[in-house]
């Protein structure tokens, strides 16, 4: 019950910082070039490079037992995970790729995720417009 408090914590500041961060990257850009300019996702993009930046950072930090589980749980699992899923696929395709020592696979996660979520959010309109007329 305490590791879900440790995740559910550091989630919960991970979802506020997203929301504030890539917000504020937006208004930023707004305020500088107009309102032509939000239509790209930079808050969105600055928030998932933060986050790669972080979890890759972390990681070693694990690797080379500096963090505690209670603080992978807070940062990682909870705060990182909320803060962007993206760090964690990143991680995940530079794990499989040193792993295997071949980017076949690490090729196939970053494709897949991908095709595979782009054409899921694709379904998922229409399934909604299908129902909803």
């Given at each position: ?11 919960f500041?991970g979802?506020?910082?997203r929301?504030y ?23 969105t ?9 972080l979890?890759?950072l ?9 963090l505690?589980t ?5 940062l990682m ?8 899923t993206?760090s ?5 395709t ?14 196939l ?5 991908l ?11 229409w ?7």
């Amino acid at each position: 019950m305490q590791e879900l408090l440790f995740v559910g914590v550091g989630g919960f500041v991970g979802a506020v910082s997203r929301f504030y961060l890539s917000g504020w990257v937006q208004r930023l850009l707004f305020e500088r070039y107009g309102p032509e300019f939000p239509f790209f996702a930079l808050g969105t993009m600055a928030v998932n490079v933060a986050g790669c930046f972080l979890i890759g950072l972390a990681t070693v930090l694990v690797q080379r037992n500096h963090l505690s589980t209670e603080t992978q749980l807070v940062l990682m699992t909870g705060f990182l995970g909320a803060l962007t899923t993206f760090s964690t696929f990143g991680s995940e395709t530079v794990e499989m790729f040193l792993k295997e020592g071949d980017a076949r696979f690490a090729l196939l996660n970053v494709v897949g995720n991908l095709a595979l979520g782009i054409g899921a959010v694709v379904l998922g309109r229409w399934s909604a417009q299908l129902v909803l007329g």
